[in-house]
């Protein structure tokens, strides 16, 4: 009787063990064979301009050195910084004391070679009189007109130094070769200046662009023709439309940028010399792909994105990238309309997965 018993409780526990494995296992299969759940989304088309926003600062079109053409010491300088100065208007003089004696020197030589003129030509009227009368000979005539001539040639010529010692006495006052503003003073008086050296400068009045440092890949190949945007830092409703005036063929080759010259065409108030200004850049609109960056993936190195099929089978697709946004990424090749991409869910994925694919409305 005991034998029996045992061997019934044996049993018991053996068919509750087998029915508890039979209900776990289903269970744990259909697990194993379940399509993990990703957020896709349907390729489509769009129109994206690449557009990007810079600093610069407003700048005269012109901006034009005034220096002496003869050296010396200053003694006076006229104008400041931020001065706004017209055409002819002094800026500075140096000392002229050289200058002016070699004007009186000159004087002095006109003075003796003109009398020495007068005196030869009187001889000549004289000798031209008694010619005429047979009562001179013609070397004696010839003499004379020959004495009139060279008289007339060191008048000439002491007349050319005398222009010459004025012109450089009013070298000694440097004036203003333009209406603008002074943006730079390089000397104080006293101080000696050498022939040619800018003493100042003058942003010219007239046309002004604003000036930025762009990124070669930004700027190159721009259509030029489209407008850019400008505005005031301090006062971003004051806004006007420029167009790329000037991309500089040197690039910096400490920041890598190129200088970029916007011509704000007619400027309004409060775009002042040096003023600081927003310029946004946008290019010409083209159809691209625009998907979040979260559906971006790296297959050796390179940018690819996981592409669903109509059986719900992932592959990897290489993809093109033209640019990086806050939050989503533009791809220019690689993508076709229509296609399903996983956008979120890539990071457990593997090769001809089968996946449960969930698509947003876009709405």
């Known amino acids: 009787m005991r034998y029996d018993l045992h061997a019934t409780a044996r049993l018991a526990y053996g068919l509750a063990l087998c029915l508890g494995l039979a209900a776990c296992q289903p269970a744990g299969e259909e697990k194993a064979r379940s399509a993990p759940p990703v957020r896709v989304e349907t390729v489509v088309l769009t129109a994206y301009a690449d557009s990007q926003v810079l600093t610069g600062s ?20 006229a104008v400041d910084v931020g001065a706004h100065v017209r055409a002819g208007q002094v800026l500075a003089r140096l000392a002229p004391g050289e200058q002016q004696a070699d004007v009186e020197a000159a004087g002095a030589a006109l003075e003796a070679n003109q009398s020495q003129l007068d005196q030869a030509q009187a001889t000549l009227d004289r000798q031209d009189a008694l010619w005429q009368q047979g009562l001179t000979t013609r070397s004696a005539y010839d003499g004379a007109r020959t004495a009139v001539e060279t008289a007339r040639n060191a008048r000439d010529s002491a007349q050319a130094q005398l222009a010459t010692a004025r012109e450089a006495l009013g070298d000694t006052i440097l004036k203003a070769s333009a209406d ?31 000036v930025i440092e762009v990124q070669e890949t930004a700027i190159a190949g721009r259509d030029r023709s489209l407008p850019v945007a400008v505005a005031l830092l301090s006062e971003p409703q004051r806004q006007v439309t420029g167009h790329v005036r000037e991309v500089s063929p040197v690039l910096d080759a400490q920041t890598g940028t190129i200088t970029t010259k916007v011509d704000l065409g007619t400027v309004p108030e409060g775009f002042s010399l040096g003023a600081p200004v927003s310029v946004t850049l946008e290019s010409a609109p083209q159809q691209r792909v625009v998907l979040p960056w979260s559906a971006l993936w790296l297959q050796d190195g390179q940018p690819a994105v996981w592409v669903v099929n109509e059986d719900n089978i992932v592959s990897i697709v290489p993809v093109r990238v033209e640019a990086y946004g806050t939050g989503i990424v533009v791809i220019a090749d690689g993508l076709a309309e ?25 709405a």
């Open 180 to 210: 603008g503003i002074v943006t730079q003073r390089r000397f104080e008086p006293d101080e000696v200046v050498q022939a040619g050296v800018p003493v100042f400068a003058i942003a010219e009045d007239g046309a002004r662009d604003a």
């Open 338 to 362: 229509g296609q399903v991409v996983v956008v979120e869910g890539t990071k457990l994925l593997t090769p001809g997965l089968e996946v449960d694919p969930i698509e947003e409305d876009a």
């Open 58 to 77: 407003v700048k005269a079109r012109s901006e034009t050195p005034q220096a002496f053409l003869i050296g010396g010491k200053l003694t006076e300088m």
